[in-house]
């Protein structure tokens, strides 16, 4: 928050709207820049854990966007969908069904196979030990799957600015009315930073006051 900055906090139907949207925004500008830093890292042994645990990371921030929770009937996400080309909604299911039968739960036994053996090692003449083979997909097979899904993310984040944010403040603007929005402005206050605790982060989103020009 820049110095010299005043604030009113607002509740009611459109202000919840918007920080539900908002938080989605978040979100999806979240799981692009995971699948950003991905990009960076290199794709040899030592980088192994850390991409897949990024893809993971990205791809259920991502699906918390579609899933049924107390967000969800605030910020209606899922018509976005209907503007998408062929090749984007190919990566939409694509992150869904990886989130779904993979990441966060095992189901699609084509995506990871196991099994146990009995281990005699040295030749036999170590003890007997037991062996798990364990094969799994670390990415999906959809061609540019990576690539698409950053820019996917993105694209997604962009519509719901345009949208749904800036046309949601001027709703909020037009139903306070300038006398209210007056009386508001002569009892702002400047806003404090409260102590995190340990594990959080505080984010702001600043809609702004120029109209934000189509992503398409």
């Known amino acids: 928050m820049a110095i010299g900055d005043l604030e009113n906090t607002l509740e009611g139907r459109l202000a919840t709207q918007i920080g539900h949207y908002s938080s989605a925004w978040w ?3 979240h799981a ?7 990009s960076e890292l290199g794709k040899d042994p030592a980088h192994y854990f850390a991409r897949r645990g990024l893809l993971d990371g990205a791809v259920i921030t991502y699906a ?9 009937p605030q910020a209606k996400i899922r018509p976005l969908l209907d503007a998408l080309t062929d090749d984007e ?10 989130r779904d039968k993979h990441v966060g739960h095992r189901v699609d036994k084509r995506l990871e196979t196991i099994s146990t053996h009995l281990l005699w090692g040295n030749f036999g003449v170590n003890a ?6 364990l094969t799994t997909r670390v990415i999906p097979e959809l061609a540019d799957f990576e690539a698409g899904f ?5 694209r997604l984040a962009e519509r719901i600015w345009e949208e749904h944010l800036y046309p949601l403040q001027q709703e ?8 209210t929005m007056l009386k508001l402005k002569q ?15 505080g984010v702001a989103t600043d809609i702004g006051s120029i109209p934000p020009v189509p992503s398409d």
């Open 27 to 29: 979100d999806m500008r």
């Open 32 to 38: 692009a820049q995971i699948m950003h830093t991905r």
């Open 64 to 72: 918390r966007c579609f899933a049924d929770g107390t967000r969800t």
């Open 89 to 98: 909604l190919a990566v939409h299911k694509t992150a869904l069904w990886w």
């Open 128 to 133: 007997p030990t037991i062996r798990v083979r």
């Open 150 to 154: 950053e820019a996917l993310a993105q």
């Open 172 to 179: 909020l603007f037009a139903e306070l009315g300038t006398d």
């Open 187 to 201: 009892s702002a206050q400047p806003y404090h930073e409260p102590p995190y605790p340990i594990g959080t982060i």
